[in-house]
């Protein structure tokens, strides 16, 4: 019947490619930050909605791959903005 054909890595493959990730320098994930900061996950998120609020923080709605769910997700990087 012909050469057969590996669909989950071939799949897995795509997925990585067609994932929107943040360009630049600087970004990180909310995970990320509530681990550096030290702050609970409630305190972290009210936090950066201010620093957006205030200009001092940006994001970037995007998807990546996930390797436990085999496809690619929805997800949100942050960075700080620089106040020059």
């Known amino acids: 019947m012909g050469k ?3 669909w ?15 360009e630049g320098d600087g970004w ?5 930050f509530i681990a550096n900061s030290g702050m609970g996950r ?3 998120y ?3 909605k ?5 200009g001092k923080m940006e ?5 990546d791959y996930n390797p436990q769910l085999g ?5 949100v990087w942050y960075r700080f903005v620089d106040g020059k």
């Open 4 to 6: 057969e054909i590996d």
């Open 59 to 63: 994001y970037f709605h995007g998807s």
């Open 8 to 22: 989950a890595k071939n799949l897995e493959s795509i997925s990585r490619t067609v994932a929107r990730l943040p």
């Open 42 to 44: 409630a305190k972290a």
């Open 50 to 54: 201010q620093m957006q609020t205030d």
């Open 28 to 32: 990180f994930s909310a995970e990320e």
């Open 46 to 48: 009210r936090v950066m």
């Open 71 to 75: 496809h690619n997700c929805r997800r």
